[in-house]
């Protein structure tokens, strides 16, 4: 499977590592290393999934998910990888695009299967040209 994927996270080391492992499943992987860069990213390029910390410095998570809500900003599904949340997806992170919630400290391969299962339900719900 292939797809471009936003990694926006302040742990260059957990980034890092998340990155690799994806790149051997073939997606292309680009780190943002907080909210204000991950931004200026999704404002000038395409993904197809942001995995998401929410405990940054400058622009967290959830002011991220707020401005880009705001702003209406075009934003692909969205994962939270955090360890300062619970794995329950809430309504109000719903309305933000949020489409689950992986708490850290997470498996690697744990965290390709949610990616997996999420940009096959994307392609699925995408109308066929």
Do not use: W
Request: charged share 25%.
């Amino acid at each position: 499977m292939t797809g471009r994927i936003l990694l926006i996270d302040d742990d260059p080391i957990l980034a890092g590592l998340l990155q690799l492992t994806l790149q051997l499943e073939g997606y292309e992987v680009i780190i943002a290393p907080n909210g204000a860069e991950g931004l200026a990213r999704i404002t000038a390029e395409r993904f197809d999934i942001i995995l998401l910390d929410l405990v940054m410095p400058n622009v967290d998570g959830m002011k991220f998910l707020r401005i880009v809500a705001e702003r209406g900003l075009y934003h692909p599904p969205v994962i939270i990888v955090s360890s300062a949340i619970e794995e329950k997806l809430t309504p109000a992170f719903s309305d933000l695009g949020v489409v689950d919630i992986a708490r850290k400290p997470v498996e690697p391969a744990a965290l390709v299967r949610r990616v997996k299962r999420v940009l096959g339900a994307a392609q699925t719900a995408e109308p066929k040209a």
